[in-house]
Protein backbone atom coordinates (compact mmCIF):
# COMPACT_ATOMS: atom_id res chain seq x y z
CA UNK A 1 0.00 0.00 0.00
CA UNK A 2 1.58 3.57 -0.87
CA UNK A 3 1.51 6.35 1.49
CA UNK A 4 0.20 9.56 0.57
CA UNK A 5 2.48 12.63 0.97
CA UNK A 6 0.25 15.25 2.09
CA UNK A 7 2.03 18.40 1.37
CA UNK A 8 -1.43 20.30 3.00
CA UNK A 9 -0.68 18.77 6.37
CA UNK A 10 3.51 19.28 5.99
CA UNK A 11 2.85 22.97 5.30
CA UNK A 12 0.49 23.68 7.90
CA UNK A 13 2.95 22.71 10.35
CA UNK A 14 5.53 24.38 8.62
CA UNK A 15 3.77 27.85 9.03
CA UNK A 16 3.31 26.66 12.68
CA UNK A 17 7.17 26.50 13.26
CA UNK A 18 7.72 29.76 10.85
CA UNK A 19 4.90 31.49 13.14
CA UNK A 20 6.25 30.02 16.74
CA UNK A 21 10.05 31.39 15.42
CA UNK A 22 8.33 35.09 14.44
CA UNK A 23 7.01 35.42 18.15
CA UNK A 24 10.28 34.68 19.39
CA UNK A 25 12.23 37.18 16.96
CA UNK A 26 10.11 39.75 18.01
CA UNK A 27 9.75 38.67 21.57
CA UNK A 28 13.58 38.94 21.14
CA UNK A 29 13.23 42.54 19.85
CA UNK A 30 13.68 41.83 16.22
CA UNK A 31 11.89 42.96 13.76
CA UNK A 32 8.66 41.53 12.39
CA UNK A 33 9.53 39.73 8.94
CA UNK A 34 8.32 41.61 5.91
CA UNK A 35 7.06 40.19 2.70
CA UNK A 36 6.54 42.70 -0.53
CA UNK A 37 4.78 41.05 -3.92
CA UNK A 38 4.42 43.10 -7.02
CA UNK A 39 1.29 42.07 -9.60
CA UNK A 40 0.89 43.64 -13.20
CA UNK A 41 -2.64 43.07 -14.69
CA UNK A 42 -5.35 41.09 -13.41
CA UNK A 43 -4.40 37.27 -14.25
CA UNK A 44 -6.79 34.85 -12.32
CA UNK A 45 -4.32 32.54 -11.56
CA UNK A 46 -1.44 34.94 -10.38
CA UNK A 47 -4.36 36.83 -8.70
CA UNK A 48 -5.25 34.01 -6.54
CA UNK A 49 -1.71 32.82 -5.70
CA UNK A 50 -1.03 36.48 -4.66
CA UNK A 51 -3.99 36.38 -2.54
CA UNK A 52 -2.63 33.41 -1.03
CA UNK A 53 0.78 34.29 -0.32
CA UNK A 54 -0.68 37.88 1.29
CA UNK A 55 -2.50 35.47 3.21
CA UNK A 56 0.15 33.22 4.25
CA UNK A 57 1.84 35.92 5.91
CA UNK A 58 -0.59 36.79 8.03
CA UNK A 59 -0.98 33.53 9.18
CA UNK A 60 2.85 33.20 10.36
CA UNK A 61 2.97 36.61 11.31
CA UNK A 62 5.03 38.86 8.69
CA UNK A 63 4.19 41.79 7.31
CA UNK A 64 3.09 41.90 3.73
CA UNK A 65 2.85 44.78 1.21
CA UNK A 66 1.13 43.84 -2.01
CA UNK A 67 1.54 46.50 -4.94
CA UNK A 68 -0.37 46.30 -7.84
CA UNK A 69 -0.17 47.98 -11.60
CA UNK A 70 -2.48 48.04 -14.15
CA UNK A 71 -1.23 45.69 -17.12
CA UNK A 72 -0.04 48.55 -19.16
CA UNK A 73 2.72 49.67 -16.57
CA UNK A 74 6.11 50.23 -18.57
CA UNK A 75 9.43 48.79 -17.10
CA UNK A 76 10.52 52.06 -16.23
CA UNK A 77 8.01 52.15 -13.27
CA UNK A 78 8.49 48.54 -12.26
CA UNK A 79 11.92 48.74 -12.33
CA UNK A 80 11.65 52.13 -9.86
CA UNK A 81 9.48 49.96 -7.94
CA UNK A 82 11.97 47.55 -7.87
CA UNK A 83 14.84 49.85 -6.66
CA UNK A 84 12.52 51.86 -4.36
CA UNK A 85 12.05 48.12 -2.63
CA UNK A 86 15.62 47.32 -3.17
CA UNK A 87 16.29 50.07 -0.97
CA UNK A 88 13.54 50.12 1.24
CA UNK A 89 15.08 48.79 4.97
CA UNK A 90 11.97 47.72 6.18
CA UNK A 91 11.07 44.99 3.46
CA UNK A 92 13.21 41.73 3.86
CA UNK A 93 12.63 40.12 0.63
CA UNK A 94 9.80 40.75 -2.30
CA UNK A 95 8.76 39.07 -5.57
CA UNK A 96 7.51 40.06 -8.75
CA UNK A 97 4.37 37.78 -9.30
CA UNK A 98 5.38 36.07 -13.17
CA UNK A 99 4.05 36.23 -15.90
CA UNK A 100 4.45 39.83 -16.90
CA UNK A 101 3.17 41.47 -19.83
CA UNK A 102 5.35 40.55 -22.99
CA UNK A 103 5.99 44.33 -23.57
CA UNK A 104 8.16 43.49 -19.95
CA UNK A 105 11.55 41.75 -20.38
CA UNK A 106 11.02 39.32 -17.09
CA UNK A 107 14.92 38.36 -17.05
CA UNK A 108 15.53 41.90 -16.62
CA UNK A 109 13.15 42.52 -13.60
CA UNK A 110 14.45 39.24 -12.45
CA UNK A 111 17.87 40.63 -12.40
CA UNK A 112 16.99 43.97 -10.98
CA UNK A 113 16.17 42.75 -7.50
CA UNK A 114 18.65 42.78 -5.30
CA UNK A 115 19.63 38.82 -4.58
CA UNK A 116 19.72 39.49 -0.98
CA UNK A 117 16.19 39.96 -1.81
CA UNK A 118 15.16 37.63 -3.83
CA UNK A 119 13.21 35.21 -1.98
CA UNK A 120 11.77 33.47 -5.07
CA UNK A 121 15.42 32.42 -5.80
CA UNK A 122 15.42 33.24 -9.71
CA UNK A 123 18.01 35.95 -9.72
CA UNK A 124 20.99 34.37 -11.55
CA UNK A 125 23.42 34.62 -8.36
CA UNK A 126 21.18 32.29 -6.30
CA UNK A 127 20.53 29.97 -9.07
CA UNK A 128 24.11 30.01 -9.47
CA UNK A 129 25.12 29.38 -5.93
CA UNK A 130 22.28 26.94 -5.41
CA UNK A 131 24.17 25.38 -7.91
CA UNK A 132 27.62 25.38 -6.26
CA UNK A 133 26.06 23.98 -3.15
CA UNK A 134 26.41 27.76 -1.13
CA UNK A 135 23.57 29.20 1.33
CA UNK A 136 21.54 31.14 -1.00
CA UNK A 137 17.34 31.52 -1.50
CA UNK A 138 16.27 28.38 -3.20
CA UNK A 139 13.30 28.89 -5.74
CA UNK A 140 9.97 27.50 -3.87
CA UNK A 141 8.71 24.61 -6.12
CA UNK A 142 12.31 22.75 -5.70
CA UNK A 143 12.35 23.49 -2.03
CA UNK A 144 9.09 22.70 -1.19
CA UNK A 145 9.85 18.77 -3.07
CA UNK A 146 12.82 19.06 -0.95
CA UNK A 147 11.38 19.05 2.16
CA UNK A 148 8.63 17.11 1.50
CA UNK A 149 10.99 13.93 0.92
CA UNK A 150 13.11 15.24 3.95
CA UNK A 151 10.01 15.36 6.10
CA UNK A 152 8.71 11.68 4.72
CA UNK A 153 12.31 10.11 5.26
CA UNK A 154 12.51 9.17 2.00
CA UNK A 155 16.45 7.76 1.13
CA UNK A 156 17.95 9.87 -1.93
CA UNK A 157 21.55 8.48 -1.29
CA UNK A 158 22.54 6.40 -4.24
CA UNK A 159 18.79 6.55 -5.89
CA UNK A 160 17.78 6.80 -9.42
CA UNK A 161 16.40 10.09 -9.67
CA UNK A 162 14.55 10.72 -12.77
CA UNK A 163 13.33 14.18 -13.30
CA UNK A 164 10.73 15.07 -15.92
CA UNK A 165 11.50 18.46 -17.55
CA UNK A 166 14.07 20.94 -17.54
CA UNK A 167 12.22 24.20 -17.28
CA UNK A 168 14.62 27.15 -15.15
CA UNK A 169 12.19 27.06 -12.25
CA UNK A 170 11.55 23.70 -11.51
CA UNK A 171 13.26 20.49 -13.34
CA UNK A 172 17.33 21.72 -13.44
CA UNK A 173 17.29 23.40 -9.96
CA UNK A 174 15.44 20.10 -8.58
CA UNK A 175 18.03 17.94 -10.26
CA UNK A 176 21.06 20.24 -9.29
CA UNK A 177 19.74 19.90 -5.59
CA UNK A 178 18.85 15.96 -5.82
CA UNK A 179 22.65 16.04 -7.05
CA UNK A 180 24.43 17.67 -4.34
CA UNK A 181 26.55 16.26 -1.59
CA UNK A 182 24.05 15.15 1.98
CA UNK A 183 20.56 14.81 2.29
CA UNK A 184 17.98 14.70 0.54
CA UNK A 185 20.93 14.56 -2.48
CA UNK A 186 23.04 12.13 -3.24
CA UNK A 187 21.51 10.90 -5.99
CA UNK A 188 22.24 9.93 -9.40
CA UNK A 189 20.06 12.37 -11.08
CA UNK A 190 18.62 11.88 -15.01
CA UNK A 191 16.85 14.79 -16.64
CA UNK A 192 14.72 14.34 -19.25
CA UNK A 193 12.36 16.35 -21.60
CA UNK A 194 10.85 16.48 -25.17
CA UNK A 195 13.59 15.66 -26.84
CA UNK A 196 14.36 12.16 -24.54
CA UNK A 197 14.52 9.23 -27.07
CA UNK A 198 13.69 5.80 -24.30
CA UNK A 199 11.66 8.06 -21.76
CA UNK A 200 9.44 4.45 -20.31
CA UNK A 201 12.38 2.70 -20.04
CA UNK A 202 14.66 5.21 -17.93
CA UNK A 203 11.57 6.25 -15.35
CA UNK A 204 11.26 2.38 -15.36
CA UNK A 205 14.60 2.37 -13.56
CA UNK A 206 13.86 5.16 -11.57
CA UNK A 207 13.42 5.44 -7.43
CA UNK A 208 12.44 8.44 -7.77
CA UNK A 209 10.63 10.26 -10.40
CA UNK A 210 9.86 14.09 -10.15
CA UNK A 211 7.16 14.86 -12.99
CA UNK A 212 7.28 18.48 -13.72
CA UNK A 213 6.06 18.74 -17.42
CA UNK A 214 2.64 20.40 -17.25
CA UNK A 215 1.55 17.59 -19.32
CA UNK A 216 -2.00 15.94 -17.54
CA UNK A 217 -1.55 12.23 -16.51
CA UNK A 218 1.26 11.98 -18.91
CA UNK A 219 3.39 10.09 -16.50
CA UNK A 220 1.14 6.27 -16.78
CA UNK A 221 1.52 3.01 -14.30
CA UNK A 222 4.14 1.16 -17.63
CA UNK A 223 6.40 3.70 -16.71
CA UNK A 224 7.18 3.30 -13.04
CA UNK A 225 8.37 -0.15 -11.23
CA UNK A 226 7.33 -1.13 -7.78
CA UNK A 227 7.88 0.77 -5.19
CA UNK A 228 8.96 3.97 -6.71
CA UNK A 229 8.50 6.89 -5.12
CA UNK A 230 6.79 9.86 -7.70
CA UNK A 231 6.78 13.10 -6.91
CA UNK A 232 4.39 15.02 -9.20
CA UNK A 233 4.55 18.79 -9.75
CA UNK A 234 2.23 19.03 -12.21
CA UNK A 235 -0.55 21.92 -11.70
CA UNK A 236 -2.77 22.15 -14.88
CA UNK A 237 -5.97 24.05 -14.87
CA UNK A 238 -8.60 21.72 -16.96
CA UNK A 239 -12.06 22.54 -16.96
CA UNK A 240 -14.59 21.16 -14.79
CA UNK A 241 -18.39 22.28 -14.74
CA UNK A 242 -18.51 20.26 -11.52
CA UNK A 243 -16.38 22.99 -9.70
CA UNK A 244 -17.11 26.04 -8.18
CA UNK A 245 -14.72 27.53 -10.27
CA UNK A 246 -15.60 26.08 -13.16
CA UNK A 247 -11.50 24.50 -13.59
CA UNK A 248 -9.54 21.83 -11.20
CA UNK A 249 -5.88 21.27 -10.91
CA UNK A 250 -4.95 17.93 -12.81
CA UNK A 251 -1.67 16.58 -11.88
CA UNK A 252 1.26 15.04 -14.46
CA UNK A 253 0.99 11.26 -13.09
CA UNK A 254 -2.05 9.17 -13.73
CA UNK A 255 -2.71 8.65 -10.12
CA UNK A 256 -5.27 6.47 -9.98
CA UNK A 257 -3.26 3.80 -12.21
CA UNK A 258 0.00 4.89 -11.20
CA UNK A 259 -0.48 5.21 -6.93
CA UNK A 260 -0.67 1.53 -6.46
CA UNK A 261 2.90 0.92 -7.75
CA UNK A 262 4.39 3.63 -5.26
CA UNK A 263 5.85 3.41 -2.12
CA UNK A 264 5.03 7.12 -1.68
CA UNK A 265 3.06 9.75 -4.18
CA UNK A 266 2.13 13.24 -3.82
CA UNK A 267 -1.60 13.75 -4.68
CA UNK A 268 -2.83 17.12 -7.22
CA UNK A 269 -3.70 19.07 -5.56
CA UNK A 270 -2.47 18.70 -1.74
CA UNK A 271 0.85 17.83 -2.66
CA UNK A 272 3.72 19.73 -3.71
CA UNK A 273 1.25 22.79 -4.44
CA UNK A 274 1.27 24.04 -0.77
CA UNK A 275 4.81 23.64 -0.26
CA UNK A 276 5.57 26.27 -2.62
CA UNK A 277 4.49 29.00 -0.60
CA UNK A 278 5.85 27.87 2.38
CA UNK A 279 9.19 27.86 0.81
CA UNK A 280 8.58 31.14 0.02
CA UNK A 281 8.05 31.87 3.60
CA UNK A 282 11.19 30.23 4.89
CA UNK A 283 12.81 31.90 2.64
CA UNK A 284 11.46 35.65 3.86
CA UNK A 285 12.27 34.49 6.95
CA UNK A 286 16.06 33.69 6.07
CA UNK A 287 16.14 37.23 5.08
CA UNK A 288 14.61 38.88 7.93
CA UNK A 289 17.16 37.19 10.13
CA UNK A 290 20.19 37.69 7.68
CA UNK A 291 19.24 41.61 8.49
CA UNK A 292 19.35 41.59 12.14
CA UNK B 1 37.26 1.85 -36.39
CA UNK B 2 36.87 4.48 -33.88
CA UNK B 3 37.94 8.13 -34.39
CA UNK B 4 40.07 9.94 -31.96
CA UNK B 5 38.99 13.32 -31.55
CA UNK B 6 42.65 15.49 -31.53
CA UNK B 7 41.96 18.66 -29.42
CA UNK B 8 45.65 19.59 -30.02
CA UNK B 9 44.29 20.19 -33.49
CA UNK B 10 40.78 21.85 -33.03
CA UNK B 11 42.73 23.99 -30.63
CA UNK B 12 45.29 24.95 -32.83
CA UNK B 13 42.94 25.81 -35.43
CA UNK B 14 40.51 27.96 -33.02
CA UNK B 15 43.93 30.02 -32.09
CA UNK B 16 44.03 30.58 -36.13
CA UNK B 17 40.40 31.66 -36.21
CA UNK B 18 41.02 33.99 -32.86
CA UNK B 19 44.19 35.41 -34.25
CA UNK B 20 42.89 36.76 -37.67
CA UNK B 21 39.68 37.66 -35.61
CA UNK B 22 42.06 40.08 -33.63
CA UNK B 23 43.51 40.92 -36.49
CA UNK B 24 40.86 42.40 -38.35
CA UNK B 25 39.81 43.89 -34.68
CA UNK B 26 42.78 45.73 -34.29
CA UNK B 27 43.23 46.85 -37.64
CA UNK B 28 39.38 48.67 -37.29
CA UNK B 29 40.28 50.67 -34.36
CA UNK B 30 39.90 48.83 -32.22
CA UNK B 31 41.75 48.06 -28.55
CA UNK B 32 43.74 44.43 -28.23
CA UNK B 33 41.79 42.10 -26.05
CA UNK B 34 44.09 41.88 -22.59
CA UNK B 35 44.14 39.17 -20.08
CA UNK B 36 45.57 39.16 -16.87
CA UNK B 37 46.12 36.50 -14.63
CA UNK B 38 47.41 36.45 -10.61
CA UNK B 39 49.01 33.27 -9.94
CA UNK B 40 49.98 32.68 -5.87
CA UNK B 41 52.75 30.99 -5.06
CA UNK B 42 54.86 28.52 -6.86
CA UNK B 43 53.01 25.40 -7.53
CA UNK B 44 54.07 23.95 -9.72
CA UNK B 45 51.23 22.77 -11.90
CA UNK B 46 49.74 26.21 -11.43
CA UNK B 47 52.81 27.82 -12.67
CA UNK B 48 52.71 25.45 -15.96
CA UNK B 49 49.17 26.81 -16.68
CA UNK B 50 49.59 30.14 -16.32
CA UNK B 51 52.88 30.06 -18.52
CA UNK B 52 50.52 28.62 -21.25
CA UNK B 53 48.05 30.85 -20.82
CA UNK B 54 50.49 33.34 -21.00
CA UNK B 55 51.88 32.10 -24.08
CA UNK B 56 48.95 31.48 -26.15
CA UNK B 57 47.62 34.91 -25.25
CA UNK B 58 51.04 35.86 -27.24
CA UNK B 59 49.90 33.18 -29.95
CA UNK B 60 46.44 35.25 -30.88
CA UNK B 61 47.84 38.39 -30.66
CA UNK B 62 46.41 39.39 -26.97
CA UNK B 63 47.81 41.55 -24.58
CA UNK B 64 48.69 39.73 -21.57
CA UNK B 65 49.66 40.40 -17.73
CA UNK B 66 51.23 38.30 -15.24
CA UNK B 67 50.69 39.08 -10.93
CA UNK B 68 52.64 36.76 -8.64
CA UNK B 69 51.98 36.94 -4.97
CA UNK B 70 54.63 34.97 -2.81
CA UNK B 71 52.30 32.06 -0.95
CA UNK B 72 52.08 34.26 2.16
CA UNK B 73 49.98 37.00 0.25
CA UNK B 74 47.10 38.29 2.50
CA UNK B 75 43.42 37.63 1.19
CA UNK B 76 43.25 41.68 1.50
CA UNK B 77 46.26 42.26 -0.17
CA UNK B 78 44.57 39.81 -3.38
CA UNK B 79 40.90 41.43 -2.95
CA UNK B 80 42.74 44.70 -3.57
CA UNK B 81 44.23 43.96 -6.63
CA UNK B 82 41.34 42.41 -8.00
CA UNK B 83 39.08 45.79 -7.07
CA UNK B 84 41.98 47.14 -9.14
CA UNK B 85 41.66 44.66 -11.79
CA UNK B 86 37.69 45.68 -11.96
CA UNK B 87 38.47 49.19 -12.33
CA UNK B 88 41.10 48.93 -14.94
CA UNK B 89 39.64 50.20 -18.44
CA UNK B 90 42.20 48.10 -20.01
CA UNK B 91 41.73 44.35 -18.95
CA UNK B 92 38.95 42.71 -20.57
CA UNK B 93 39.10 39.85 -18.51
CA UNK B 94 41.38 38.30 -15.37
CA UNK B 95 41.60 35.31 -14.14
CA UNK B 96 43.02 33.92 -10.54
CA UNK B 97 44.88 30.64 -10.99
CA UNK B 98 43.57 28.34 -8.63
CA UNK B 99 44.21 26.68 -5.82
CA UNK B 100 44.67 29.32 -3.77
CA UNK B 101 46.96 28.57 -0.44
CA UNK B 102 44.80 27.65 2.63
CA UNK B 103 44.15 30.74 4.35
CA UNK B 104 43.03 32.44 1.41
CA UNK B 105 38.62 32.05 0.89
CA UNK B 106 38.90 31.17 -2.66
CA UNK B 107 34.88 31.53 -2.62
CA UNK B 108 35.29 34.90 -1.61
CA UNK B 109 38.18 35.58 -4.33
CA UNK B 110 36.26 34.30 -7.03
CA UNK B 111 32.94 36.45 -6.09
CA UNK B 112 35.16 39.59 -5.69
CA UNK B 113 35.51 39.56 -9.26
CA UNK B 114 33.42 41.50 -11.69
CA UNK B 115 31.54 38.99 -13.23
CA UNK B 116 31.48 41.07 -16.59
CA UNK B 117 35.68 40.33 -16.28
CA UNK B 118 34.76 36.83 -14.95
CA UNK B 119 36.25 34.86 -18.21
CA UNK B 120 37.50 31.95 -15.94
CA UNK B 121 33.54 31.86 -15.90
CA UNK B 122 33.69 30.59 -11.77
CA UNK B 123 31.09 33.87 -10.74
CA UNK B 124 28.00 32.54 -9.28
CA UNK B 125 26.27 35.17 -12.02
CA UNK B 126 27.84 33.35 -14.66
CA UNK B 127 26.85 29.94 -13.29
CA UNK B 128 23.39 30.91 -12.57
CA UNK B 129 23.33 32.34 -16.04
CA UNK B 130 24.59 29.42 -17.84
CA UNK B 131 21.77 27.35 -15.88
CA UNK B 132 19.17 29.75 -17.37
CA UNK B 133 20.36 29.31 -20.30
CA UNK B 134 21.68 33.07 -20.76
CA UNK B 135 24.80 34.31 -22.27
CA UNK B 136 27.58 34.18 -19.96
CA UNK B 137 31.35 33.21 -19.96
CA UNK B 138 31.08 29.64 -19.94
CA UNK B 139 33.83 27.66 -17.72
CA UNK B 140 36.67 26.58 -19.83
CA UNK B 141 36.41 22.67 -19.54
CA UNK B 142 32.75 22.31 -20.02
CA UNK B 143 32.89 25.18 -23.12
CA UNK B 144 35.83 22.92 -24.05
CA UNK B 145 34.47 19.92 -24.28
CA UNK B 146 30.96 20.84 -26.01
CA UNK B 147 33.62 22.93 -28.70
CA UNK B 148 34.90 19.76 -29.52
CA UNK B 149 31.81 17.67 -29.53
CA UNK B 150 30.23 20.25 -32.07
CA UNK B 151 33.43 20.40 -34.11
CA UNK B 152 32.98 16.56 -35.21
CA UNK B 153 29.59 17.10 -35.47
CA UNK B 154 28.45 14.35 -32.90
CA UNK B 155 24.71 14.10 -32.77
CA UNK B 156 23.69 14.94 -28.94
CA UNK B 157 19.72 15.11 -29.61
CA UNK B 158 17.97 12.56 -27.57
CA UNK B 159 21.33 10.96 -27.06
CA UNK B 160 21.59 9.43 -23.30
CA UNK B 161 24.93 11.46 -21.69
CA UNK B 162 26.57 10.34 -18.80
CA UNK B 163 28.90 12.66 -16.89
CA UNK B 164 30.75 10.70 -14.22
CA UNK B 165 31.70 13.26 -11.56
CA UNK B 166 29.43 16.39 -9.73
CA UNK B 167 32.44 19.07 -9.32
CA UNK B 168 31.74 22.68 -10.07
CA UNK B 169 33.86 23.12 -12.26
CA UNK B 170 33.41 19.97 -14.83
CA UNK B 171 30.76 17.66 -13.97
CA UNK B 172 27.95 20.17 -12.97
CA UNK B 173 28.12 22.29 -15.57
CA UNK B 174 28.46 20.12 -19.08
CA UNK B 175 25.71 18.31 -17.50
CA UNK B 176 23.39 21.53 -17.10
CA UNK B 177 24.92 22.45 -21.11
CA UNK B 178 24.28 19.03 -22.61
CA UNK B 179 20.59 19.35 -21.18
CA UNK B 180 20.23 23.17 -22.76
CA UNK B 181 17.85 23.43 -25.41
CA UNK B 182 19.78 23.73 -28.78
CA UNK B 183 22.97 21.91 -30.55
CA UNK B 184 25.47 20.79 -28.69
CA UNK B 185 22.68 20.10 -26.48
CA UNK B 186 18.80 18.25 -26.65
CA UNK B 187 20.60 15.63 -24.94
CA UNK B 188 19.41 13.37 -21.85
CA UNK B 189 21.70 13.93 -19.04
CA UNK B 190 22.37 11.36 -15.95
CA UNK B 191 24.96 12.73 -13.87
CA UNK B 192 26.56 10.32 -11.60
CA UNK B 193 29.02 10.26 -8.54
CA UNK B 194 30.72 8.18 -5.79
CA UNK B 195 27.22 7.38 -4.00
CA UNK B 196 25.70 6.28 -7.63
CA UNK B 197 24.65 2.48 -6.94
CA UNK B 198 24.83 0.62 -10.71
CA UNK B 199 27.38 2.90 -12.14
CA UNK B 200 28.24 0.10 -14.73
CA UNK B 201 25.04 -0.56 -16.11
CA UNK B 202 23.94 3.19 -16.37
CA UNK B 203 27.48 3.50 -18.45
CA UNK B 204 26.47 0.81 -20.73
CA UNK B 205 23.21 2.77 -21.62
CA UNK B 206 24.98 5.84 -22.93
CA UNK B 207 25.70 6.94 -26.34
CA UNK B 208 28.36 10.08 -24.81
CA UNK B 209 30.31 9.17 -21.56
CA UNK B 210 31.90 12.45 -19.85
CA UNK B 211 34.39 10.69 -17.41
CA UNK B 212 35.69 13.78 -15.35
CA UNK B 213 36.43 11.88 -11.85
CA UNK B 214 39.69 12.19 -11.49
CA UNK B 215 40.63 8.45 -11.19
CA UNK B 216 43.34 7.46 -13.77
CA UNK B 217 41.89 4.20 -15.98
CA UNK B 218 38.20 4.11 -14.23
CA UNK B 219 36.66 3.71 -17.14
CA UNK B 220 36.94 -0.15 -17.91
CA UNK B 221 35.44 -1.92 -21.55
CA UNK B 222 32.55 -3.70 -20.36
CA UNK B 223 31.30 0.03 -18.62
CA UNK B 224 30.90 0.81 -22.26
CA UNK B 225 28.74 0.05 -25.20
CA UNK B 226 29.67 -0.91 -28.81
CA UNK B 227 30.04 2.72 -30.68
CA UNK B 228 29.63 4.85 -27.46
CA UNK B 229 31.15 8.44 -27.68
CA UNK B 230 34.17 8.86 -24.80
CA UNK B 231 35.14 12.54 -23.61
CA UNK B 232 37.94 12.06 -21.40
CA UNK B 233 38.41 14.89 -18.71
CA UNK B 234 40.81 13.06 -16.52
CA UNK B 235 44.41 14.63 -15.83
CA UNK B 236 45.95 13.10 -13.22
CA UNK B 237 49.63 13.39 -12.88
CA UNK B 238 51.03 9.68 -12.78
CA UNK B 239 54.71 8.85 -11.94
CA UNK B 240 56.75 8.29 -15.19
CA UNK B 241 60.60 7.65 -14.55
CA UNK B 242 60.83 7.80 -18.49
CA UNK B 243 59.17 11.14 -18.87
CA UNK B 244 61.57 14.36 -19.12
CA UNK B 245 59.32 16.01 -16.53
CA UNK B 246 59.55 12.87 -14.35
CA UNK B 247 55.34 12.01 -14.36
CA UNK B 248 53.10 11.95 -17.17
CA UNK B 249 48.99 13.00 -17.13
CA UNK B 250 46.50 9.69 -17.51
CA UNK B 251 42.87 9.93 -18.10
CA UNK B 252 39.78 8.49 -16.28
CA UNK B 253 40.01 6.24 -19.72
CA UNK B 254 41.60 2.92 -19.42
CA UNK B 255 42.71 3.73 -23.20
CA UNK B 256 43.77 1.19 -24.52
CA UNK B 257 40.33 -1.17 -24.15
CA UNK B 258 37.69 1.05 -24.11
CA UNK B 259 38.87 2.92 -27.64
CA UNK B 260 38.32 -0.34 -29.86
CA UNK B 261 34.50 -0.04 -29.15
CA UNK B 262 33.90 3.32 -29.46
CA UNK B 263 32.91 5.52 -31.93
CA UNK B 264 34.79 9.03 -31.03
CA UNK B 265 37.35 9.26 -28.29
CA UNK B 266 39.29 11.84 -26.64
CA UNK B 267 42.83 11.05 -25.44
CA UNK B 268 45.18 12.19 -22.95
CA UNK B 269 46.78 14.40 -23.40
CA UNK B 270 45.67 16.53 -26.42
CA UNK B 271 41.80 15.81 -26.38
CA UNK B 272 39.78 18.31 -24.07
CA UNK B 273 43.06 19.65 -22.39
CA UNK B 274 44.05 21.99 -25.37
CA UNK B 275 40.70 23.04 -25.28
CA UNK B 276 40.54 24.62 -22.04
CA UNK B 277 43.15 27.93 -22.46
CA UNK B 278 41.43 28.31 -26.22
CA UNK B 279 37.65 28.27 -24.16
CA UNK B 280 39.61 30.72 -22.04
CA UNK B 281 40.73 32.95 -25.13
CA UNK B 282 37.65 33.03 -26.41
CA UNK B 283 36.22 34.18 -23.43
CA UNK B 284 38.44 37.57 -23.29
CA UNK B 285 37.72 37.92 -26.70
CA UNK B 286 33.62 38.30 -26.23
CA UNK B 287 34.87 40.08 -23.19
CA UNK B 288 36.92 42.85 -25.19
CA UNK B 289 33.86 43.16 -27.95
CA UNK B 290 31.06 43.94 -25.12
CA UNK B 291 33.60 46.61 -23.98
CA UNK B 292 34.09 48.09 -27.89
Known sequence: MYQLIDGKAISDQIKTEIAEEVKQLVANGGKQPHLAVIIVGHDGGSETYVAHKVKSCEQVGFKSTRVAFEEDVTEEMLLAKIQEMNQDADIDGFIVQLPLPG?????????????????????????GRMSIGLPCFVSATPSGILELIRRYGIPTRGKNCVVIGRSNIVGKPVASLMMQKGYPGDATVTVCHSRTANLKEICRSADIIIAALGSPGFLKEDMVKDGAVVIDVGTTRVEDAAAKSGFRLKGDV????????????????G??????????????????????
Not at 272 to 292: D, E, F, Q, W, Y
Open 103 to 127: HIDEQKIIEAIDYRKDVDGFHPVNV
Open 254 to 269: DFANVAPKCSFITPVP
Open 271 to 292: GVGPMTIVSLLRNTLLAAKHNL
